[in-house]
DNA sequence: CGCTCTTTCTTAGATATCTAAGATAAGACT
DNA sequence: AGTCTTATCTTAGATATCTAAGAAAGAGCG
């Protein structure tokens, strides 16, 4: 037991060899946080969390989205995306407004405020990407973006059938399709 | 404004083609997402959470390693893993230990019942990495990894020397580094 | 009309993670 | 020996995210 603590060295040639299958996920995993934390440290001058920036793409694409609309595209759960309105609201970056053909929805403006960021921010994620994939030829980034995508789809699918011998407590709501209609969304990925 | 909102079809769509080097964030990010959903709706099962997988799979390995190597390890800060480790200590699955030669260490060591997870929760990681890949070319898989390597490389080695010129208010604590010294382990990635 | 179901937003509470700063033990150096 | 520095663990507080459940508006139907 207790091996000595292994040098950032073996740690990566760890990475590189052997672990087959297992590992992908922390793999993945790693390369998020080394992804998120890069986006992070740029974006933290500007007062924008990483968080915030994924909202923030979307509205410059699309202003104006219900709260639940923008969960849909990004990929969250509505709590998620209402506590990160709520706090870009306080922020003066959005607005919230009823309107009154159906005043259950709530839509989320971009104040001229948050608008201009665009311009800020958009170089600086681009930038980020470029370091990322910098020495990495792109015929192998297509590779690997199509690889992701599979993952995606591979496990998204998995879900929706283990579903129905696996009611695993958080899935449930979504499967009934049928007559009920809970979780309306066709999406939950981005 | 306001688009229809978007079919699973349309999102697929959306991040097979267009936005080049844009969005892989998220498109790992997502990927993660998949992943760690998949194994922790199984792991959920045997009262294992993801996070207490990642240290129980390294102490598996290698036993009795104090917090802070499990950190390293995890690729993790420390209070992260101390939270993971009181909570696994109470449900039995490891135990803390000071010994005589060091007494700011605390050693983690597995349980009997810690132990035997291995048998039980291992399969269930094999099978989601097996689902993970169903369909997807190894060699791509082989692609893929190295590809994700070099991006967490890539980032950190940026992030080293933009510490040198950007002191970006979440890593200057890191910097005067000159008397004080936060933050000594030589690691911070898995 | 009135009851019930659906949709949307909100609240509550949990987990995982981080940074910053506190506490304690060891080591080093004068 | 006494003080300063380093190493390790701990605490505190923040963010991002989730599930579960509450509240309010709308819709459908007997």
Same mark, same amino acid.
Not at 4 to 17: A, D
């Given at each position: ?10 740690? $990566? ?8 299958? @297992? ?6 995993? @790693? ?10 440290? +740029?974006? !933290? ?10 909202? #923030? ?6 202003? !104006? ?24 609201? +306080? ?9 009154? @053909? ?14 201009? $960021? ?5 170089? $600086?994620?681009? +930038? ?28 998204? +699918? @998995? ?12 899935? #449930?709501?979504? $499967?009934? !399709?049928? !007559? ?11």
């Amino acid at each position: 037991m207790s091996r000595p603590p292994p040098s950032t060295q073996s740690i $990566l040639r760890h990475w590189r060899e052997a672990v087959p299958n @297992d590992r992908l996920a922390h793999l993945v995993k @790693d390369a998020t946080r080394a992804l998120v934390r890069a986006l992070q440290m +740029r974006l !933290g001058e500007h007062a924008v969390s990483f968080g915030h920036w994924t909202f #923030l793409r979307i509205l410059w694409e699309s202003d !104006g989205l219900t709260q639940r609309e923008l969960s849909e595209q990004a990929g969250v759960m509505e709590p998620t995306t209402f506590s990160a309105v709520r706090a870009m609201e +306080r922020l003066g970056h959005v607005v919230r407004r009823r309107r009154g @053909d159906d005043r259950k929805k709530i839509f989320v403006f971009l104040t001229p405020k948050g608008r201009r $960021l665009r311009k800020k921010l958009v170089p $600086l994620a681009e +930038r980020v990407n470029r370091i990322a994939v910098r020495r990495v030829r792109s015929a192998d980034i297509t590779r690997t973006r199509k690889v992701l995508l599979s993952i995606i789809e591979n496990l998204a +699918r @998995d879900e929706q059938t283990a579903d129905m011998r696996m009611p695993s407590t958080r899935e #449930l709501g979504r $499967l009934n !399709g049928s !007559g009920r209609k809970r979780r309306p969304q066709g999406s939950r990925r981005r």
